[in-house]
T-cell receptor
């Protein structure tokens, strides 16, 4: 069965520091991978997605992620974070049937000054 | 373009009562999904509609949950009777081809 593991439940960083949120997936077939963000008191917003093609995917708000098939990873990175990036981030993989997303447990990014 | 909308944003009910959640997808999206996040757990898939047909309802927890999508537009998710473990945030999403867009969620509290 497919699954997603987000290795860190909480990541505290200082403003303007780089950050990497880790995501590993398990799947025996081609994967569609997604990162979503949930800001406080808001719904889920798509940050970026990998469907095919270039393994480096750029998203909104300066985030990017790299698909690594050999390591079954899809880590999210940002070179310099802002206070406004404080949110919960979810990694997800589409299931084999293409009918649903399978989510990780989420990583809470806390940016302080 | 309007996004996915959900109503109500919050609902507090007592155990044994009935609650109906509503989702309006993005106009033109044939695919509609329901997910749930119980506190402290991951977001879990409940079911998937293609137009008015249930494509996959493997995530529905039990027969107290009933989802409908009459006419292939908006969808409702009814919980009857509600139990304490039904508390959580219920998300709706819709998609055209390959990307699911989520609504803000309905926070359900069962006392």
């Amino acid at each position: 069965a497919q699954s997603v593991t987000q290795l860190d439940s909480q990541v505290p960083v200082f403003e303007e520091a780089p950050v990497e949120l880790r995501c590993n997936y398990s799947s025996s077939v081609s994967v569609y991978l997604f990162w979503y963000v949930q800001y406080p008191n808001q719904g889920l917003q798509l940050l970026l997605k990998y469907l095919s093609g270039s393994t480096l995917v750029k998203g909104i708000n300066g985030f990017e992620a790299e698909f690594n098939k050999s390591q079954t990873s899809f880590h999210l990175r940002k070179p310099s974070v802002h206070i406004s990036d404080t949110a919960e981030y979810f990694c997800a993989v589409e299931n084999q049937a293409g009918t649903a997303l399978i989510f990780g447990k989420g990583t809470t990014l806390s940016v302080s000054s | 373009e309007a996004g996915v909308t959900q109503f109500p944003s919050h609902s507090v009910i007592e155990k044994g009562q009935t609650v109906t959640l509503r989702c309006d997808p993005i106009s033109g999206h044939d695919n509609l999904y329901w997910y749930r996040r119980v506190m402290g757990k991951e977001i879990k898939f409940l079911l998937h509609f293609v137009k008015e047909s249930k494509q996959d309802e493997s995530g529905m927890p039990n027969n107290r949950f009933l989802a409908e999508r009459t006419g292939g537009t908006y969808s409702t998710l009814k919980v009857q009777p509600a139990e304490l473990e039904d508390s959580g945030v219920y998300f709706c999403a819709s998609s055209g081809l390959d990307t699911q867009y989520f609504g803000p969620g309905t926070r359900l509290t069962v006392l």
